[in-house]
C-alpha cells in the first residue's frame, strides 16, 4: 500500500471549506482526472452513502465505486474507493479551522491490484504527488474566489 499525503492552507473559513468539499458533486470541478460523480445512495450524504466517480485513466473513463465511511462536520470527509481489478483506495479529507484560514489535508492511501501496469503511474510515485499537489491548487483556487 503506498500513502501519499498533501496539504494546503486556504484563505476561507472552515465552514465553506466544508460547504464546497461536502458537496460531492464538486469532485470533478478540482481533483484531475475526475470526469463524473453521480450519487447511488438516496438521501443526504454523509457515513454510509455510496457514490460513483469516473477516473480518467489511459484516456478513457474508469467506473469506481466509492463509500462514504466517515463523515464529521466540519471536520473530515473519508471514503473507500474500489474499481475491481485495478486499484482500492482510501481517501481523507481532513479540515482544520483557524485564524488564519483554513488547512485541507489530503491523504490518500493506494492499494495497485497489479503492480507495474501502466496506470500505476497515476496512483502512485511522483506523478501522483505531483497531481494531488496540483489538486489542492484547484481546490485553492476555487475557495478562495
Known sequence: MVKIHESIDVQASAKSVWEF????ENIP?????MVGYGQLSKGESGAGTYFRLDWVVND????????IVEWESPKVISFH??????????ITWNITGGD????VEVIESIEMAHSGRFE?????????????RDNLVTLKGL???
Open 60 to 67: 478513457h473513463a474508469e467506473p469506481c465505486e466509492c463509500n
Open 21 to 24: 468539499l461536502s458537496n460531492l
Open 143 to 145: 475557495l478562495e474566489i
Open 120 to 132: 500505476d503511474r497515476f496512483f502512485v510515485g511522483p506523478e501522483a504527488e505531483s497531481r494531488l
Open 81 to 90: 474507493v474500489s474499481n475491481i481489478g485495478m486499484v482500492e483506495a482510501d
Open 100 to 103: 488564519q484560514g483554513t488547512r
Open 29 to 33: 470541478r478540482w481533483y484531475s482526472k
